[in-house]
């Protein structure tokens, strides 16, 4: 192997909600189809605080946190091709099984037996880590290394953008305007559309007027209905996206939908839904879902950060050093109302 790295590092741990241990391991050794990355951030999800709150179905402690990612190629394994040490990457965190119908079919972010980094198995919150060459995507020299790690976020919105079909002239409404509805604003509006952001914090409108959003409402002051109006006229929006998940915010959507059109539930519901689908039906509306990305929406993630039609700046909050992480929630819990996205500087 070449460019053997060996010793130990410091490993993130939470151990149970609300409590993270930071732990000495050996440095992993990697196969010859992967490769071995310093990472140098990490950001915070909303997914993540569910773990550290304890209220995500579907994780069990302890675990290693981290999926949103970029780091830096420090070896590379015998049989990898296209890649370099010293190359920056990120890493697309799904672990799947390769022989489901949905894998079989190219649809593996939804197979059977998926598993995510940070959640159901390790995630990257270490300072090294071994991945599959095939996991991870090379990021342009010029890409700043806080950009690479909302790369993952910003492809959950092109992953959503995309279910849609065609942008171009679309008329888009998105409720809620956290990091997730911000970005599929953008992706939607770099698409091609005319984009409405909805939300009821004014903090987090004014974000999205300064990365470029055509239209933002406050539905605490506007009812959604007339947003729709004011924004596209009469015949109000072609698809609207749910980024907040609630029954208030698909109640609206239902109630204020243009007949036949479209609605794409982005957002995770916490429980069961209350929602009315007896006038999802006498309208004819297509409620449809999105589930994370594939590949292709991670290339395309990049290529639009790279040619500057989605601004991830004013998303970036605050950033914690790697040993702060528990702070770093916690300050996500205080300033819940002015915080977007929070990174992990995982080197000094």
């Known amino acids: 192997m070449r460019d053997m790295i060996t010793g130990t590092m410091c490993q993130q741990v939470m151990t149970e909600p609300g409590k993270i241990e930071f732990r000495r391991v050996d440095i ?25 709150h304890g209220t995500h179905p579907f994780t ?22 296209g890649f370099s040490v010293g190359q920056k990457v990120t890493i697309q965190p799904q672990v799947v099984c390769g022989k489901c119908y949905p894998c079989r079919h190219g649809k593996y ?11 159901q198995t390790t995630g990257v919150a270490s300072e090294y880590f071994a991945v599959s060459a095939g996991k991870a995507l090379a990021l ?28 171009e002239g679309a008329r888009v409404a998105v409720l809620g305007a956290g990091p997730i509805g911000n970005l599929v604003a953008q992706a939607a509006k770099a698409e091609g ?3 409405m952001l909805c939300d009821v914090s004014q903090f987090r409108l004014d974000l999205a007027k300064e990365c470029g959003v055509d239209y933002t409402f406050h539905t605490g002051a506007v009812d959604f209905g007339q947003a729709l109006v004011q924004a596209f006229g009469p015949d109000k929006a072609d698809v609207i996206y749910d980024c907040a998940a609630n029954d208030d915010t ?14 794409i539930l982005v957002g995770v519901y916490a429980g069961m839904a209350r929602v009315d689908l007896a006038t999802l039906n006498d309208h004819e509306l297509d409620l449809d879902t999105t589930m994370m990305y594939r ?23 605050r950033h914690f050093p790697f040993r702060e992480y528990l702070e770093a929630y916690r300050f996500i819990d205080e300033n819940r109302e002015r915080t977007m996205k929070v990174i992990i500087d995982v080197q000094a």
């Not at 990697?30 to 993540?48: A, K, N, P, T």
């Open 140 to 167: 342009p020299e010029e890409m700043t290394l806080d950009q690479g790690a909302m790369i993952e976020p910003l492809a959950v919105a092109v992953h959503a953008v995309g279910r849609y079909g065609s942008m």
């Open 295 to 317: 590949v292709e929406d991670y290339r395309r993630a990049i290529a639009l950060v790279e040619e500057k039609k989605v601004r991830l700046e004013p998303l970036m909050s």
């Open 193 to 195: 559309a005319r984009v």
């Open 60 to 81: 069990q402690y302890p675990v290693t946190q981290g999926h949103e990612v970029s780091g830096v190629v420090v070896q590379v394994g015998d049989g990898v091709s």
């Open 109 to 119: 972010n939804l197979c059977e037996e998926l598993k995510v980094m940070g959640f």
């Open 250 to 263: 698909m109640g609206q959507a239902i109630r204020w939908a243009r007949k036949g059109s479209k609605i």
């Open 28 to 52: 992993p050794k990697i196969g010859e189809e992967e490769l071995l990355v310093r990472i140098e951030r990490i950001g915070i999800c909303g997914s993540d605080i569910h773990v550290y």
